[in-house]
C-alpha cells in the first residue's frame, strides 16, 4: 500500500520523505532529497495560535504520504474497534456494570484466579475516589499554572472521553493483547472543540489519550497481580509509588537526552539508537489536528479522507459479524477487523528494526511454546513477559547512559560485520539523512 500510494503520487507524495512523521512545505523543487521542514514557528502568534495571515503567506503543510494512511487507517480501526467491541462483547459489559450496580460479583464463578484472590482484602472503591479527586484538582491546576490555553470545561470534557474510550480500548486490549490508539480520534475532537489552538489540543490530548493508555497499562497491572496472587492493596501501593517515582524519573531522563541528541531527534530517520518519532508525530498532529483542522481536513479540503474515516470504521466489522451469525462454526468472530486494519498502517516511520525481534518472540512463544509446551507456557507465560518487559527497560536505562550518550558521551560499540558502515549509510545500509550528517 506504501508503495502504491508514493509512486501514485498520491498528495504529492514524491514531493516528499518516503517514511515521516514530520511536516512538509511544499515547494515547487521538494524531492525525497531535499524537502524543506514546515517551519511551524512562521504561522504562530506569540501565544502559539495560529495567525490565519501568516498562515496565507507561509502555506498549509503537508504529511508524507504514507503517513497519511497511517492517519487513515488508525481512524478506521479507532471507531471499528468500538462497533467490534459492541457487537461481540456488549451484552458481557452491561451485564457487568448491571452487577457492579447490584453490588454483586461481576467475576466468572469458574475462574479459579479471582476465588484464589479472595482471601485478600480488596482495594475499596472509595481509594481510588480519592485518588480521582487528587489528581484531577492536581490536572485542573496544571492546565492553567502551565498557560495551557485548555479552559476547565474543556479538561472535563477530556476525561470524560478518556472514561468512554477505556471501557472499549481495555476489553479489546484484554481479548487480543493489543493496545490500540485512540490518539487521532482525541486530536481530531480536540482540534475542532478548540480550533486553531494547537497547545491546548496537546494538554486536550494528554488528559483525553494518554489517561486512556494508562488506565489500560493500570488495568493490566492488576490482573497480572491477580494471575501472580498479589494482595491487591500492594498492587495499588506499587502503582502509586511507580507513578510518581517513575514521572520524576522520565522527565529528568527527557530533559538530559534532549540536551545531547536534539539533532538527531529532529531528523526523520534519527539513527540506530536515536529515535525522536513519538514527539515528532504529537507534535505534527498538535498543528494539524490542533491548529488546522478545519483547513485540512474538512469536507473539500486537503486530507478530507482521514477525517471521514472515522464513520467509515464504524461499518467495517459489519460484513464478518453478519457472516459469523449466518455460519457461526467457520470462525469469523475470530477476525479481529479493528487490529488489522490498524496494521495496514504500520512501519509508517523511519526506525521499525525493534518489530523483528517483537515477531520472532512472539511466533516462538505464542506458536512454538503454546501449542508444543502448553504446561510450560500455562505455568510460566505471565511472568517470562514480565521478566521480558522489566529486563528490557533495566537494560535501556543503563545503555541510555553508560553507551547510549544519553548524558552526552557515547561509547562506540566495537566494529564487526553486523554494523559496518557504508559510505553515506546507516549500518543497515538505509539512507542517511544529509541534513544531520552533511552527506549527500
Known amino acids: ?88 462483547h456488549g451484552k458481557a459489559i452491561w451485564g457487568t456494570l448491571k452487577a457492579i450496580r447490584r453490588g454483586k460479583s461481576h467475576q466468572g464463578v469458574n475462574d479459579i484466579h479471582y476465588q484464589m484472590m479472595q482471601k485478600y482484602k480488596e482495594v475499596p472503591f472509595w481509594w481510588y475516589g480519592i485518588l480521582f479527586i487528587i489528581t484531577f484538582a492536581v490536572g485542573m491546576g496544571l492546565i492553567y499554572a502551565g498557560n495551557s490555553h485548555l479552559p476547565w470545561w474543556g479538561f472535563i470534557v477530556a476525561i470524560i472521553l478518556s472514561f468512554v474510550l477505556t471501557l472499549f480500548m481495555g476489553l479489546m486490549y484484554s481479548t487480543t493483547g493489543f493496545p490500540m490508539s485512540t ?52 498492587v495499588f501501593a506499587a502503582q502509586c509509588t511507580g507513578t510518581v517515582v517513575g514521572a520524576l524519573l522520565n522527565y529528568v531522563i527527557m530533559k538530559s537526552i534532549i540536551a545531547s541528541q536534539r539533532d538527531l531527534l529532529l531528523s526523520p530517520q534519527g539513527s540506530n539508537i536515536w529515535s525522536g518519532q513519538n514527539p515528532q508525530q504529537f507534535n505534527s498532529l498538535s498543528i494539524t489536528w490542533g491548529g ?72 516462538f512463544f505464542q506458536f512454538y511454546m503454546r501449542r508444543y509446551r502448553p504446561r510450560w507456557f500455562e505455568k510460566y507465560q505471565f511472568i517470562v513477559s514480565a521478566a521480558l518487559d522489566s529486563g528490557t527497560q533495566v537494560c535501556i536505562f543503563v545503555m541510555t547512559f553508560a553507551i547510549f550518550g544519553g548524558a552526552g558521551t557515547s561509547q562506540s560499540f566495537p566494529t564487526w560485520w553486523g554494523n559496518t558502515v557504508v559510505p553515506d549509510g546507516y549500518p543497515d545500509h538505509c539512507y542517511l539523512d544529509p541534513n544531520i550528517y552533511g552527506t549527500g
Open 183 to 234: 490518539q487521532n480520534v482525541v486530536q481530531l475532537l480536540g482540534g475542532y472543540i478548540l480550533p486553531r489552538n494547537p497547545v491546548a489540543n496537546m494538554w486536550f490530548t494528554l488528559y483525553g489519550y494518554n489517561t486512556v493508555n494508562q488506565a489500560v497499562s493500570m488495568v493490566s497491572d492488576l490482573k497480572l497481580g491477580q494471575y501472580l496472587k498479589i494482595p491487591p492493596r500492594a
Open 292 to 363: 488546522l483542522s478545519a483547513e485540512l481536513f474538512s469536507p473539500g479540503k486537503t486530507y478530507y479522507p482521514v477525517a471521514w474515516a472515522f464513520l467509515v470504521g464504524f461499518l467495517i466489522p459489519l460484513p464478518l459479524y453478519i457472516l459469523h451469525r449466518f455460519y457461526p462454526k467457520v470462525g469469523f468472530n475470530a477476525i479481529n477487523t479493528a487490529v488489522l486494519v490498524w496494521f495496514f498502517g504500520d512501519l509508517c516511520v523511519g526506525i521499525n528494526s525493534s518489530i523483528t525481534t517483537a515477531m520472532c518472540l512472539g511466533f
Open 1 to 88: 500500500m506504501f508503495t502504491w500510494v508514493y509512486y501514485s503520487d498520491l498528495w504529492n507524495a514524491k514531493s516528499f520523505p518516503f517514511l515521516s512523521q514530520e511536516l512538509w512545505l511544499n515547494e515547487p523543487y521538494s524531492t525525497f532529497y531535499n524537502a524543506t521542514p514546515y517551519n511551524q514557528s512562521m504561522i504562530l502568534d506569540a501565544n502559539n495560535q495560529v495567525n490565519l495571515t501568516a498562515l496565507e503567506q507561509y502555506g498549509l503543510p503537508w504529511y508524507s504520504t504514507t503517513y497519511v494512511m497511517y492517519i487513515l487507517v488508525g481512524n478506521l480501526a479507532t471507531t471499528a474497534t468500538i462497533t467490534h467491541v459492541a457487537l461481540y
